[in-house]
């Protein structure tokens, strides 16, 4: 039964009344405030950091014997909200329903570390359907692929073997090459073309923002990196166009240290474009690496624009 409250009625001439009424509660106010009050209680400035994973390695010298001993760690020194905010996504119906297209539509989530796409995907199957159609801004950072070598015949074997407990597994699918090769070829994840099914084709636009690893363009030359293969940034263009039918808008973000970065971008014009890249934005900027020294940097936005490898390695698994 609702809560009810009661005044004093008066009206000149008339003795003293009361009058009794349902109290009003926050449902009853205009929608347009109530989204207000969303947008201030939930939204952060600020890139909300769902999971922070880093990666690190010991050798150990045992019996004789050298092993080696991998660990992984989340990072929690950045929340992922206020925790008394996010009450309001557990409350009654309708206001976790309101609360809900406020948090997941207006705020960016972001992944970063050693292992992104596959936290990204649990954290994408838990929210369900309903809030996946709300998000509108992903943030996610990329890695090198694993490199895998492999022979005339299709069999493999990565560099290393260092696999989470809880990953996809993979079934690598390649070609009788006909030669023997001792060079790495990039190892796709499945976990991301499991991120770009269950985002699907329902919901609002989406823009999907991958960071790249400071230094790195793949597959142009002449960076103080070399990261030649396209594979990654071609299957995530088949992934895009496949599951998502434009819905998910990719963007490829990357950050260069030094003088003249803008101009010498800008004159690599007709090679990067030749490799199925296309210019978004530059902006240039400092970074203070310390108290005494800012190292100037240049950030930039490019996207794909068509696909220039073949895929070697596809998943099945």
């Known amino acids: 039964m609702p809560k009810r409250v009661c005044r004093i009625r008066w009206h000149k001439g008339k003795p003293l009344g009361l009058i009794r009424y349902a109290a009003p509660t926050f449902l009853d106010l205009p929608r347009e ?4 009050i969303y947008y201030h209680a939930l939204v952060s400035p600020d890139p909300i950091t769902v999971c922070s994973m880093e990666y690190d390695w010991m050798t150990t010298l045992k019996d004789g014997k050298i092993s080696l001993v991998e660990t992984v760690t989340l990072d929690t020194s950045n929340p992922t909200n206020m925790p008394p905010t996010l009450a309001m996504l557990s409350c009654n119906r309708q206001l976790a329903t309101e609360a809900a297209v406020v948090f997941y539509g207006f705020n960016t989530f972001r992944f970063t570390g050693y292992e992104t796409w596959q936290p990204m995907y649990e954290w994408l199957r838990m929210i369900g359907d309903k809030a996946r159609a709300h998000l509108r801004n992903l943030m996610v950072e990329v890695q090198r692929p694993k490199g895998l070598i492999q022979d005339r015949h299709g069999s493999h074997e990565f560099h290393y073997h260092f696999q989470l407990p809880w990953q996809f597994m993979r079934v690598a699918c390649s070609y009788d090459s006909g030669h023997d090769s001792r060079k790495g070829v990039d190892c796709l994840s499945p976990a991301a073309d499991a991120c770009f099914r269950i985002l699907g084709k329902v919901g609002h636009d989406l823009t999907l923002r991958l960071v790249l690893p400071q230094g790195l363009l793949p597959g142009v030359e002449g960076w103080c990196m070399g990261w030649d293969s396209l594979a990654l940034p071609d299957q995530i263009e088949r992934l ?10 990719v963007l490829w973000e990357g ?3 030094g003088v003249g970065i803008r101009e010498k971008l800008l004159g ?6 030749a490799k199925g890249w296309e210019i978004v934005d530059i902006k240039e900027g400092l970074t203070q690496n310390n108290k005494q020294f800012q190292r100037p940097t240049t950030l930039f936005t490019i996207r794909r624009t068509l696909c220039t490898s073949p895929l070697i390695l596809e998943s099945s698994g």
């Open 33 to 36: 405030l109530r989204d207000r």
């Open 240 to 249: 895009q166009r496949e599951f998502t039918a434009g819905r998910v808008i």
């Open 255 to 257: 950050i260069l240290g």
């Open 268 to 273: 690599k014009q007709a090679v990067i474009k």
